[in-house]
Nanobody
């Protein structure tokens, strides 16, 4: 069984930076087939739909970013299969609950099978 757990959320002032981590368990060598090659970060702001932030195609190492964070975010994974998201130049519009997801494709939210519980990020102006 796959389990994801986010950490690193909190409050930060506009212009600041934040680093989120997603620890995983249960991922195996059979994870990330061709049809579901990615892990990703999504977010859901107040009154908004869940949207993709950044994805990582695990076997190729290729990242994919939404237009809203492109140039401000970096997604990576380490050898313990912990997914990271570094975000800089944060804006109040980045305020949201951030979710980690696995077993999906790119930033297609409905393609993902496994989800973490989320971590709150609040950016004040």
């Amino acid at each position: 069984q796959v389990h994801l757990a986010e950490s690193g959320g909190g409050s930060v002032q506009a212009g600041g930076s934040l680093s989120l981590s997603c620890t995983t368990s249960g991922l195996t060598s059979r994870s990330f087939p061709v049809s579901k090659p990615s892990m990703a970060w999504f977010r859901q702001g107040p009154g908004k739909e869940r949207e993709g932030v950044a994805a990582l195609f695990i076997r190729t190492g290729s990242p994919l970013y939404s237009d809203s964070v492109k140039g401000r975010a970096t997604v990576s994974i380490d050898t313990s299969n912990t997914l990271h998201l570094q975000m800089n130049k944060l804006e109040p519009e980045d305020t949201a609950i951030y979710f980690c997801a696995a077993d999906g494709y790119g930033l297609r939210v409905r393609s993902y099978t496994y989800w973490g519980q989320g971590t709150q990020v609040t950016v004040s102006s």
